[in-house]
């Protein structure tokens, strides 16, 4: 009797031993809103991240890599608790995802305290990496996109402008940085309009920005609303009234394009994705991505959470397996790839993400409905911090 359970225990040690020394060397936390208003965003970056560890292995510079997946529902109380959790019980050595702003800016103070570095993959304010030097960001600013989309309206033939924006601060950055760029080129902003994040009622703000008679209205909301947007906008016949719509990329969103309708087409954005980016690499990630997701098509969330996981790959190779804190965030400024969205890199001075911002139009391409690039600025700072220098 004793014999018979000696053995099976031998082995269980064994199997712990062993599971020990070669199993989770680095851990992972991967924090994403997976249910509520901004589970697409969730989804997308779990599969990206996904897809990057399938691709180049789970073991690097030696060490196995663990993933770590919580849901915050973008609920940044959530986040915080998640966070704090994952750092002094689980002691991952990255915190990642942050699908919204108020969740990123939750964290920070943990990363400092912790100097654990944290990887914002989605949300797009410009202060967020100012608060905390473990900040590194792959996704994208709001003022990035909005002060060339600016610029691109000035020069053809938009004078009067409304712009609409989710309140809150990413919509705050895109209004500003919008809005001061577009009236030093000569334009008027007749009116700035705001609607809640969470249940956003866009028909009043729709119409006060129809009797504006604008030439265009400039629209921010995430990803995720671009769809109810696009459907309210043209069921109050805003397109009809000659109104273009211009904005970030965020309200074409690839999540939702195909389905918002042949009335999109034209509809004229500036941001730093398109599933379409013309590039080998990218051809590559979307083949890639929509055979390993029921063919889904990747949006721009989900290139920041691919781009994330190669920082955090990267990063572990260049300090030779070290999970050193301040030896990653070294080893991640000024660090420079080829992305899915084309070339990028770490600002050395700002943590932030330095990328080509491409302008581009609505288009029908294979039946399907897509973002197509027509015009580049290359390697764009985020401009909030370079104007404070
Ligand atoms: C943000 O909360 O920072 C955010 C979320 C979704 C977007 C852009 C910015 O599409």
Redesign the pocket.
């Known amino acids: 009797m004793q014999r018979t359970k000696l053995v099976p225990m031998l082995a269980a040690i064994a199997a712990a031993f062993t599971l020990g020394t070669s199993h989770a060397q680095v851990k992972v936390g991967l924090i994403l809103p997976m249910t509520g208003q901004?589970a697409s965003?969730g989804k997308q970056i779990e599969a990206a991240v996904k897809l990057y560890m399938q691709q180049k292995g789970d073991t690097v510079a030696g060490k196995k890599i663990e993933l770590i997946v919580k849901d915050d529902g973008?609920v940044p109380d959530n986040t915080k608790r998640i966070a704090q959790e994952l750092i002094v019980n689980d002691k991952v050595n990255f915190i990642a995802g942050f699908?919204?702003?108020?969740?990123?800016l939750a964290a920070a103070p943990l990363a400092t305290q912790a100097k654990v570095p944290l990887i914002v993959m989605?949300?797009?304010?410009s202060i967020?990496t100012e608060r905390s030097p473990y900040i590194v960001r792959t996704?994208?600013t709001?003022a990035q996109s909005s002060v060339i989309i600016a610029d691109w309206a000035a020069k053809n033939g938009i004078k009067k402008v409304v712009t609409l924006v989710s309140d809150?601060?990413?919509g705050a950055d895109a209004q500003k940085s919008f809005s001061e760029r577009f009236v030093k080129a000569g334009g008027t902003v007749a009116a700035e309009l705001k609607v809640p994040l969470a249940v956003p009622d866009f028909s009043p703000v729709l119409q006060r920005a129809r009797d504006e008679k604008p030439d265009a209205l400039f629209v921010?909301?995430?990803?995720?609303q671009g769809g109810t947007f696009v459907k309210q906008f043209i069921e109050r016949g805003l397109d009809k009234a000659g109104i273009r719509l211009i904005g970030?990329g965020?309200v074409t969103?690839d999540d939702l394009l195909n389905g918002m309708g042949d009335q999109v087409i034209g509809t004229v954005t500036a941001h730093m994705y398109s599933a379409v980016h013309p590039s080998p690499t990218n051809k590559a990630f979307v083949d890639a991505f929509r055979k390993a997701n029921n063919n889904l098509r990747p949006n721009?969330?989900a290139v920041g959470g691919y781009d994330g996981m190669h920082l955090i790959y990267e990063a572990l190779k260049k300090t030779n397996g070290s999970t050193d804190g301040d030896a990653l965030i070294g080893a991640m400024k000024g660090m420079a790839w080829e992305s899915p969205r084309g070339p990028i890199s770490i600002d050395p001075e700002t943590r932030d993400i330095v990328q080509n911002i491409y302008i581009r139009k609505v288009e029908k391409v294979g039946g399907e409905l897509y973002n197509v690039e027509f015009a580049t600025v290359n390697a764009v700072k985020d401009p909030v911090k370079a104007e404070k220098k």
Do not use: C, E
């Open positions: 901004q965003t973008a699908g919204v702003t108020p969740a990123a989605a949300a797009g304010t967020i996704s994208f709001l809150y601060a990413p921010f909301v995430p990803s995720g970030p965020d969103d721009f969330m």
